[in-house]
């Protein structure tokens, strides 16, 4: 169980060191690029399918064929804000050395859906989807909220404290946990899933197959719905598996359907008895 956890954790552990030490105005490059402002950058090539924001600002992404860039809020963190397009990526970014005390910019974007949405430090991504084999990573204290996502495979790591919360689809989902961080999806249904927490972290999602979890610490992981949940722990971390409330009564609703006819056949059936028997006579004075 602890070599699955290590080795689970082991690809993040660099973006979640460059995180915690990003408020000491550490110099961070995406793709091996620094980044430059909005007006430089070339757009003219496909859309992005990926989503990386380094630093403490805010990306909103709304659902569109074409990319469409723009950005508000703070006008001295507003001019701060440099990105990067490559490999399918795009980049958001401070400028070098400027993570200051000034206050934080709104980048609004406009993309497909993405597939891979990474966050190291602070930030915040607001996503309206996510959609194919999707992949999220958050190192640091940063926090993600997906409103639909529409996966194959949906594999979520948190690194530090940081937060998600996601609804949607996924035939499958693969999360690590190291450390606090919390991945609030009671409004994702998952087929399966396969559960790694180490630290105190928590988990919540929907699913009606199997659940795998292997917790090292205190993290809880709770699952609605009728899943078979195994788990294997080390420390007071736990697992709950609880019906979810509709899902139950539609449950419910469905079984007193198929049940009322069965009713009204016994009841006729107990009448029919109740035809044949025999009349008792009367006794003998």
Do not use: Y
């Not at 690029?33 to 989503?51: I, M, N, Q, R």
């Not at 989902?173 to 190291?178: E, S």
């Not at 396969?194 to 610490?217: E, P, T």
């Amino acid at each position: 169980m602890l070599h699955k956890l290590i080795k689970g954790i082991a690809p993040i552990a660099a973006l979640a060191l460059g995180a915690a030490v990003s408020g000491c105005d550490m110099d961070i490059s995406i793709n091996g690029e620094e980044g430059v402002p909005l007006a430089e950058l070339d757009t003219s090539g496909d859309a992005p399918t990926k989503l990386v924001l380094a630093g403490p600002d805010e990306v909103v992404v709304s659902e569109g064929s074409t990319l469409d860039i723009a950005v508000e809020g703070d006008s001295k963190a507003a001019d701060l804000v440099r990105f990067t397009l490559k490999d399918g990526t795009l980049g958001v970014m401070r400028e070098k050395g400027k993570w200051g005390d000034v206050g934080t910019a709104t980048v609004r974007v406009t993309m497909p859906a993405p597939e891979s949405i990474t966050i190291a430090g602070s930030g915040k991504v607001t996503a309206a989807a996510m959609e194919g084999d999707t992949d999220i990573t958050i190192a640091g204290s940063g926090s993600l909220d997906v409103a639909d996502v529409r996966a194959g495979k949906a594999s979520v790591t948190l690194a530090g404290s940081g937060t998600m919360s996601a609804g949607g689809r996924a035939d499958s989902l693969d999360l690590t946990v190291a450390g606090s961080g919390k991945a609030d999806m009671q409004g994702l249904k998952v087929d399966s899933a396969d559960i790694n927490i180490a630290g105190s972290g928590d988990a919540a999602f929907a699913s009606d197959g199997k659940v795998d979890a292997n917790i090292m610490g205190s993290g809880t992981v709770r699952v609605t719905g009728r899943a078979t949940c195994e788990v294997k722990s080390m420390g007071s971390g736990k697992v709950i598996c609880e019906a979810a409330s509709e899902p139950a009564e539609a449950e419910a609703t469905e079984d007193v359907a198929k049940a009322e006819p069965k009713a009204k056949k016994k009841a006729a059936s107990k009448k029919r008895v109740a035809k044949k028997a025999s009349p008792k006579k009367p006794r003998k004075a």
